[in-house]
């Protein structure tokens, strides 16, 4: 099937994500099937979605024809044989391989033999989703982030069983939406949900040494590293149910490669009750008229802080090229448009030096001797090439 600006895009799940995704493909232009298998859930999703485009009349951002167009093209149907119609289809339901499984399985009975189907599963693999197709060549995964609208990246995932155009094709389609598209390959946390786990876990470990405490932390990353917000009001955000469970879920498929160790600290807060902002307390308190320390924010120290963290970060893009789990152009742009890092962490590299990365790294794991810390053979083959 070709996919072009007449193709007819089904979405299942009226989610956050699916919402959003149904947004962005019929601000393209798309006609737009939009079903979830819990009928209250449409209307939600459309009032949501009329909120939000109003919003962008309101600030003169979009005419009203140009939102009242958008709206007119997302059909939010109860009845799932609509998809007959569709040229691509977006999963965007629980993320639960049994329920995506048997949603798949009913599709693939209404949707014509040409029909694509994607996931947009942040956690299971590709290639496990796909084995409940008859055609499982026709399928893979397409990774949007959360805003999906705001949000540039989208990760384009093909399985073992992928055909071998379908990813190219697809990064293309999806391109045309205005995303910035990257091929990764089909394994745990694909590239940002891999390369992003020290960010929370180094920040968490140096919490627990007692090195520095939560604002602290959270300052030197913001303000010294120019990272948006610091990890702790990051997982503050995110909720430490779902952060935990991505840590987990990725340490557990890596068959407990130790740089991956989930962290009790966080795993208590989970216990408790003390989810984040959307629970009143996490990290920091939400409450109203509620007090949270100030940071100590010595210079030398936030410093150091910043470089524990970011050499960890640039170790793990290093090990997401050496495995060839995406290029190192989509690694940085991966990194920067679906985390909002102020740099490429490739280029940071190169930037700070490649034998200064390798230098904290090996100093890491001198101090350590723990795998968690073990410099990646490209950094190492990098460093000693230039030398
Ligand atoms: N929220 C995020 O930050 C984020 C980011 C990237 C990817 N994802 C992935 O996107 C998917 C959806 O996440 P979400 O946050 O939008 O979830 P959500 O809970 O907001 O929405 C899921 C929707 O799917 C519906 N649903 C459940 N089972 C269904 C079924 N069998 N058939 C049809 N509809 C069904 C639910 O009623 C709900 O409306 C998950 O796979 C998640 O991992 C989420």
């Given at each position: 099937?070709?996919?072009?600006?007449?193709?007819v895009?089904?979405?299942?799940?009226?989610?956050?994500?699916?919402?959003?995704i149904?947004?962005?493909?019929?601000?393209?232009?798309?006609?737009?099937?939009?079903?979830?298998?819990?009928?209250?859930?449409?209307?939600?999703?459309?009032?949501g979605?009329?909120?939000?485009?109003?919003?962008?009349?309101?600030?003169?951002?979009?005419?009203?024809?140009?939102?009242?167009?958008?709206?007119?093209?997302?059909?939010?149907?109860?009845?799932?044989?609509?998809?007959g119609k569709?040229?691509?289809?977006?999963?965007?339901?629980?993320?639960?391989?049994?329920?995506?499984?048997?949603?798949?399985?009913?599709?693939?009975?209404?949707?014509?033999?040409?029909?694509?189907?994607?996931?947009?599963?942040?956690?299971?693999?590709?290639?496990?989703?796909?084995?409940?197709?008859?055609?499982?060549?026709?399928?893979?995964?397409?990774?949007?982030?959360?805003?999906?609208?705001?949000?540039?990246?989208?990760?384009?995932?093909?399985s073992?069983?992928?055909?071998?155009?379908?990813?190219?094709?697809?990064?293309?389609?999806?391109?045309?939406?205005?995303?910035?598209?990257?091929?990764a390959?089909?394994t745990?946390g694909?590239?940002?949900?891999?390369v992003?786990?020290?960010?929370?876990?180094?920040?968490?470990?140096?919490?627990?040494?007692?090195?520095?405490?939560?604002?602290?932390?959270?300052?030197?990353?913001?303000?010294?590293?120019g990272?948006?917000?610091?990890?702790?009001?990051?997982?503050?955000?995110?909720?430490?149910?779902?952060?935990?469970?991505?840590?987990?879920?990725?340490?557990?498929?890596?068959?407990?490669?130790?740089?991956?160790?989930?962290?009790?600290?966080?795993?208590?807060?989970?216990?408790?009750?003390?989810?984040?902002?959307?629970?009143?307390?996490?990290?920091?308190?939400?409450?109203?008229?509620?007090?949270?320390?100030?940071?100590?924010?010595?210079?030398?120290?936030?410093?150091?802080?910043?470089?524990?963290?970011?050499?960890?970060?640039?170790?793990?893009?290093?090990?997401?090229?050496?495995?060839?789990?995406?290029?190192?152009?989509?690694?940085?742009?991966?990194?920067?448009?679906?985390?909002?890092?102020?740099?490429?962490?490739?280029?940071?590299?190169?930037?700070?030096?490649l034998?200064?990365?390798?230098?904290?790294?090996?100093?890491?794991?001198?101090?350590?001797?723990?795998?968690?810390?073990?410099?990646?053979?490209?950094?190492?083959?990098?460093?000693?090439?230039?030398?």
């Open positions: 099937m070709t996919l072009d600006k007449e193709t895009v089904g979405i299942i799940g009226a989610g956050t994500m699916g919402a959003g149904a947004q962005i493909a019929s601000t393209n232009g798309h006609e737009v099937y939009l079903y979830d298998a819990y009928a209250e859930q449409l209307p939600k999703a459309k009032s979605l009329e909120k939000i485009l109003n919003r962008q009349v309101e600030k003169g951002r979009m005419s009203q024809e140009e939102v009242d167009g958008i709206l007119s093209r997302i059909h939010f149907v109860e009845d799932i044989t609509e998809f569709c040229g691509f289809v977006i999963e965007a339901i629980v993320e639960n391989i049994d329920i995506k499984k048997d949603a798949f399985q009913r599709l693939e009975g209404i949707v014509s033999k040409e029909c694509i189907l994607a996931s947009n599963t942040s956690s299971l693999s590709i290639a496990s989703i796909s084995s409940a197709l008859k055609k499982p060549e026709r399928f893979l995964g397409v990774h949007f982030f959360n805003p999906a609208p705001l949000m540039k990246l989208v990760e384009i995932i093909p073992v069983a992928t055909d071998s155009d379908l990813a190219q094709s697809t990064k293309e389609f999806i391109s045309g939406w205005g995303k910035i598209t990257v091929l390959k089909d745990p694909f590239i940002v949900n891999r992003a786990r020290p960010f929370y876990s180094e920040a968490l470990r140096i919490l627990e040494e007692g090195v520095a405490d939560v604002p602290t932390i959270d300052w030197a990353m913001k303000e010294i590293g990272f948006r917000m610091g990890p702790f009001k990051l997982m503050d955000l995110i909720g430490h149910d779902v952060n935990y469970e991505v840590t987990s879920s990725v340490f557990k498929e890596f068959y407990y490669d130790p740089r991956f160790k989930p962290s009790f600290t966080q795993k208590r807060l989970v216990e408790a009750g003390w989810l984040g902002r959307k629970s009143g307390k996490g990290f920091y308190n939400y409450g109203e008229g509620a007090k949270n320390p100030d940071p100590n924010t010595d210079k030398e120290l936030g410093e150091e802080i910043l470089h524990r963290i970011l050499v960890m970060l640039i170790n793990e893009a290093f090990d997401a090229v050496f495995m060839n789990i995406g290029s190192a152009e989509d690694v940085d742009l991966a990194m920067q448009n679906g985390v909002n890092y102020p740099k490429g962490l490739l280029a940071w590299a190169e930037e700070i030096g034998e200064n990365v390798l230098g904290r790294m090996n100093a890491l794991y001198e101090e350590y001797q723990e795998d968690r810390y073990r410099p990646n053979p490209l950094l190492k083959r990098m460093v000693r090439e230039k030398q």
